[in-house]
């Protein structure tokens, strides 16, 4: 028996136990080459990757450390005797094995494999392989198994009877794409319910979670999320708090990092979360261009048509929209920028991003439609109708109101260098991944008032010295930084 | 900057890095969905996987933490101001995420990638994708092309002039098949020089260095090595020493844990370590059974063909041994119970395992034969002429005096059990597998007198009640766990 000590280390989504290299116990070696053990108390049982300490001072010999998630996972007190044995690797992921060697899993083997993963009993080495092998290839009846596994072992958030429960997601990648911000209030100043859970950023320059952070306060328990929606008929809140789909969190923090994404794990995440968060008709937003992350519209036909396919198999109401991710929308990228343009648009100022409006206003009228009494194409006139009369903007103020303000004010950043041109010309093209890395080296998200501010966009004539967009930071080491990727390649293409 | 620091983790051939969640510095949250941070100091860098350290007892707000390895790999002293920046991922993952989406890997891509592996620049989740999207699909060009890459970032073992060097591998999963160590003193006696450098047992209840650690110091260093085979013409060492295929070893602390292993990246790692072994003769057994490894006479010939393509491709004279793998070889599972078969097939005791004796000579004639002077066919009656006029044991005296005593004095274990038949009848098969794992339970290897020791073979009559064989073992804890094991399923099939 080994005494148990909680290491007050997060290691991240990973169960890791810590063995001192002269436990009293056991050859800290014998389990070295296994990569994993198992700590036994009765019934319990956790597996964990193993790490040797060579410190006293962070872990005595006759004691086995578990770090954060691992001693959550496990739920004894520090101190409680427990057992150590030789790893039991769970039995689905047999079913693993026999997917790289070729073989089609059915939807109980994918339930099983899920429920191990969501159980924390996956080493973070497992799940990748387990990726990697849905990315080499997957059947449609897999997708759709997936999906359901994914539901199966999440919470499912009940409206109590509200319906329909309208949603909308974009799959990403365009910087200033905030139409949320402007669809949710316009939806909802129709009485439609759209509740709006949202992600922060974590590669990008900010998420919906962040911008709107600039104006509210969007940490709203589920709760006050339910009230909220009955209050104002929409949210826009951040998503954290919602354990929809724990499975897909654990996936994609293994998948991001290894930055591999397919369409059918892109589908199988977004639709187990929208359907656990309730939803019912839901609009998905794909924009396709040259830095994109879909780059043809052949690719973008072959995700429509998987997206509608699982959606309705698991019974939502489904809309694609595949529209322009030529160039970044509006002007701001970074939160207090985009939630500028956001704001012009919805109090209808003559300076506010047509094609930020244009492209709120087209989904706003696609979502619109879902609703019976409206007629079949005329969603975004009356879009445009409760946009221009100020019925959206009175909806944002209550959401705001009710969601509370933010927790911080947030101001744009001071620092501010312009970027000019290099030569007389027309803008042919803005790299939409060039443009967001500079952005996020200005600081942004977690510098809220960072960003840039783009002066012009594909179309615009441009003279030799005129300032294409302006970087904002709030320190000198981001400024820096960001300047210096600027003068490398500022991701503006003239063509002269 | 942050102060760097040592901490004293071994993190099993994963660089770590620990950062205080109130780091003064950064955002610790802002790393962590990147999975990774860099940490640069000048020209020097170093990719690590993140942890949060909750506790200022184990670091500091203002330092920047390294495990083990990872701060080995830096090779700064503790204290360095070091920066902390977003991860630039290896350029060559690019690669692995082509292979992934289907492209063959030419042989440049390959030596991309294990440049990269061997130089630490892969976590461990993305040397699990390239093991996954290897064991999904490989050409034999691929095969050829990792073995190359693998061979290319190691150190290569210099004969000096010495030519042949014979040298022979079994792929392993027969308990007791210590050929290896009555096959080298037979090649030595004949004057062919044999290194032989052995594996101990990760997962089997013996490796040959195990074995051999009973009659002799396997811990020999390189250059004592050399010295050895031009004394003695062969050895039986570790080879832990000799970082022939440092690439290899990385990839097998992730293929281990994942217990995937294809034909493909079998041969690739045997024959990356052979290759750099300097071995120019080669000798590989493929036991084949319905519990061993390769289960099929066309799985072996299958795996037999990919061996001497490879082979021939890097100029090695390779030859393949399929064997019977249906039951364990020899009497003895464990390391004294081993070496105790072993001693008794050389001394030539009335008593000594026939199979095990047959078997070996089969092997050493079929090296022996790699000699120009061994006449075709001839290998074996030499091979027996060598045994039977006690050469080998005289060869095996002469390796043993030379490596040195062994470093403690092995004794059988003292708690002995016989696992009764439970019925009449005739050995129909023992389980290779079942058997290793009751051996290992009784504690081999590490307590080497530990084990079985097995009194029916297959085809033997025995009677109800009568002893099929027995389990020893050195401690208490060892023996129940043994016993219980072999009460559920002993392992032995029999035929009433």
Partial sequence: ???????????????VAFLNRNCTRHHAEEFLGLGRVEVRKDARSLLAVLNIVDDPAILGPDEIGLSGPAFRHLGLPEGTPVHLVPPTPPESFELVRAKVAGRALGEADLAAVIRDIAGHRYAKIEIAAFLIACASFMTTAEVLGLTRAMIAVGARLDWKGLSPIADK???GGIPGNRTSMIVVPIVAAHGLPIPKTSSRAITSPAGTADTMEVLANVDVPMDRMQELVREAKGCLV????????????????VERPLAIDTREQLVASILSKKAAAGSSHLLIDIPVGPTAKIRSAGEAVRLRKLFEHIGDQLGLVLEVAITDGSQPVG???????????????LRGAADAPQDLRD???HLAGRILEF?????????EALARRLLDSGAALAAMERIMAIQGPPPAAARLGSLVAEVPAAADGVVGALDCYRIA????????PNDKGAGIDLLRKVGDRVRKGEPLYRIHAGTNADFTFAQAHAAEDCGVVLVT
């Avoid at 890395?437 to 942004?444: E, K, N, P, Q, V």
């Fill in 1 to 15: 028996m080994l005494t148990l000590r909680h290491l007050a280390i997060d290691t991240v989504r990973e169960n």
């Fill in 437 to 444: 890395r500079i952005a996020r080296l200005a600081g942004a």
């Fill in 169 to 171: 997601h974009c799959i």
């Fill in 238 to 253: 951040w998503g954290g708090h919602v354990r929809l789909s724990p499975a897909d969190d654990i996936l994609i923090s």
């Fill in 359 to 361: 492209r709120a206003l």
């Fill in 331 to 345: 002007r701001g990228i970074g939160p207090v920028l985009e939630a500028r343009d956001v704001m012009a648009v």
């Fill in 371 to 379: 609703d019976p009494a409206v007629r079949g194409g005329a969603g």
